[in-house]
T-cell receptor, first 118, second 115 residues
Framework: KAGVTQTPRYLIKTRGQQVTLSCSPI?????VSWYQQTPGQGLQFLFE???????NKGNFPGRFSGRQFSNSRSEMNVSTLELGDSALYLC?????????????????FGAGSRLTVL | AQKVTQAQTEISVVEKEDVTLDCVYE???????LFWYKQPPSGELVFLIR??????QNEISGRYSWNFQKSTSSFNFTITASQVVDSAVYFC????????????FGAGTRLFVKA
C-alpha cells in the first residue's frame, strides 16, 4: 500500500512569491490534514479536508489556503510568501470513521515539503 | 478549547534506563482520541498508539507502555530498557469530534538515548 506522497520535497522561494504544495493520500483515505512544523512553534494545524470540503481550519492568515479534489488529493497554497513561512509542511491522511472504528482518525504522514523563503 | 502540554522539552538517558514521557491534555469534549507519534531523526512522523476517551485500559506493547488517566487528564508514555534507536522526538496529540476532525499536537519531547 503506497504511503502519503508529498511533492515537491524541497523548494526555495523568495519573499512575495507564492507556492503550491501537493499531497496524495493513502488510497481509501478521504481526510487530509495539513500541518506546519517549525523549530519554534512545533506542529501547527493548518486545515483539514474531507470529501472536498474544508472541515476545520487553524489560526493562520488568509494567505494560506487549500483544496481537495474528488480523488482526495489535496493542495495547499501560500501566497505572498514571508520569511516566517519557511518551514516543513506536512500532509497527513486518515480514514475517518466513528469512535471505536479500527484505524479511525490515525494520521499517516508524508515526508513533508521543506520550504525555504529567502 | 483543545490543548496538549508536554512539559519535558528534552530528556537524556543512558541505554537500558526506563524513561517516562508526560502528556497532559485539555478538552471540553467527552468523546476524543489521544495519540502518541514518534519523529525519528529521518523526519517522518510515525503513529505509535491511539486511545479513545471511553477506554482507560492501559496498554503494554513490547518495551512501550501507556498510562491513560482521565481523572488527571494525562496520557503518559513509558519506554522500558531504552535503546539508542528510541532517540527521537515524541509527540502527544489530541483529536476531538466537535467541529470536525482536528488533531492538535503537543510541543514534543526530544529523547536522547546514549550508548
Amino acid at each position: 500500500k503506497a504511503g502519503v506522497t508529498q511533492t515537491p520535497r524541497y523548494l526555495i522561494k523568495t519573499r512575495g512569491q507564492q507556492v503550491t504544495l501537493s499531497c496524495s493520500p493513502i488510497s481509501g483515505h478521504r481526510s487530509v490534514s495539513w500541518y506546519q512544523q517549525t523549530p519554534g512553534q512545533g506542529l501547527q494545524f493548518l486545515f483539514e479536508y474531507f470529501s472536498e470540503t474544508q472541515r476545520n481550519k487553524g489560526n493562520f492568515p488568509g494567505r494560506f489556503s487549500g483544496r481537495q479534489f474528488s480523488n482526495s488529493r489535496s493542495e495547499m497554497n501560500v501566497s505572498t510568501l514571508e520569511l516566517g513561512d519557511s518551514a516543513l509542511y506536512l500532509c497527513a491522511s486518515s480514514f475517518r470513521g466513528g469512535i471505536g472504528r479500527a484505524g479511525a482518525n490515525v494520521l499517516t504522514f508524508g515526508a513533508g515539503s521543506r520550504l525555504t523563503v529567502l | 478549547a483543545q490543548k496538549v502540554t508536554q512539559a519535558q522539552t528534552e530528556i537524556s538517558v543512558v541505554e537500558k534506563e526506563d524513561v517516562t514521557l508526560d502528556c497532559v491534555y485539555e478538552t471540553r469534549d467527552t468523546t476524543y482520541y489521544l495519540f502518541w507519534y514518534k519523529q525519528p531523526p529521518s523526519g517522518e512522523l510515525v503513529f505509535l498508539i491511539r486511545r479513545n476517551s471511553f477506554d482507560e485500559q492501559n496498554e503494554i506493547s513490547g518495551r512501550y507502555s501507556w498510562n491513560f488517566q482521565k481523572s488527571t487528564s494525562s496520557f503518559n508514555f513509558t519506554i522500558t530498557a531504552s535503546q539508542v534507536v528510541d532517540s527521537a522526538v515524541y509527540f502527544c496529540a489530541l483529536s476531538e469530534f466537535t467541529g470536525g476532525f482536528k488533531t492538535i499536537f503537543g510541543a514534543g519531547t526530544r529523547l536522547f538515548v546514549k550508548a
